[in-house]
């Protein structure tokens, strides 16, 4: 197996690059512009851009990769309402080169996509439910699918997720749980939504769950995310308590207060059983991973 990653700056990419090493597969790191993250070795890492339909083709023709993860995307929800045709060109016009590439050289393809795919009145969401995204951004994840199951030639996979969090180096954004730590630690008032419910996802378990498609030889579409589902507004509160902060400064809010750019579905959450069960998925709670990444 020789997996090429694209996107290897980001959070799920620098997770996915801690994989490959520990597990000593052979990998291929692709970002746009350098690589920034110190443990992803030099010497292997292609700078790709993958808007930039003749370097995805010389890029995965040179390396000949067996699997290729698309992490890439553009994954700020509100900048892709604000401005759709940078987030096609990104999240579905770069699908599509990618798809064309991986035909090209037999490679089995994965897309990572969200729960945002789904508007959010049912929650607990397995793979088979209706699709009915209500944003720019969730409509660029359905159409990148649909270019996956129409267009691939090869064998593929859909991993979708949920709020993404962990520790990685120079990443663009920053992550819920490091913002509300910060934001605890410094005594500030804060309001939080309580009309919006999520699964949490530790990025180390989103990776093993992506590896772990490839390993037990499956394609499909696969919902990976974190094993509880809550309000963001007990999510910080659970943060706060985990490391004895005050959350009597944490007020609730409700979404239509936020006036922002992109709508988001109320309840998300993910039905797991299929990863259980297939790829021998096992998920940490927010707990078990809060004292992994903050240790004593
Ligand atoms: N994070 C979440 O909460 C969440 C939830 C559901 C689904 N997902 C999906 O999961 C995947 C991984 O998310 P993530 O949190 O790891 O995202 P991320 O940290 O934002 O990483 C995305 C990476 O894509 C890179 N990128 C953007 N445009 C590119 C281009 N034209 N060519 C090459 N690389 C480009 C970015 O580069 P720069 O760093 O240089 O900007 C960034 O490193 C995404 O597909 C996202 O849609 C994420």
Known sequence: MKVLITGSNGLLGQK????CLAKDCAFVPTSKGENRNSICPQEI???MDITNQAEVLRVISEEMPTHVIHTAAMTNVDQCELNPAECELINVTATRYLVRACNHVGAHF??????FVFDGEKGNYSEEDEMNPLSVYAKSKVDG???VEQESTTAT???RTIIVYGNAENLSKSNIIAWAKSALEKGDPLTIVDDQFRAPTWAEDLAAGCMGVFEHNQTGIFHVSGPETMSIFELVVRIGKHFKLNTNQVSKITSSTLNQAASRPPKTGFNLNKAY???NYKPHTLEETLA???PN
């Open 16 to 19: 996915l690059v801690d994989y």
């Open 45 to 47: 890492y292609r700078e």
């Open 110 to 115: 994965q897309l990572l996509s969200t729960d």
């Open 145 to 147: 699918e649909a270019i």
């Open 157 to 159: 996979s859909i991993v």
């Open 277 to 279: 069960s297939k790829i």
């Open 292 to 294: 992994v990444l903050y």
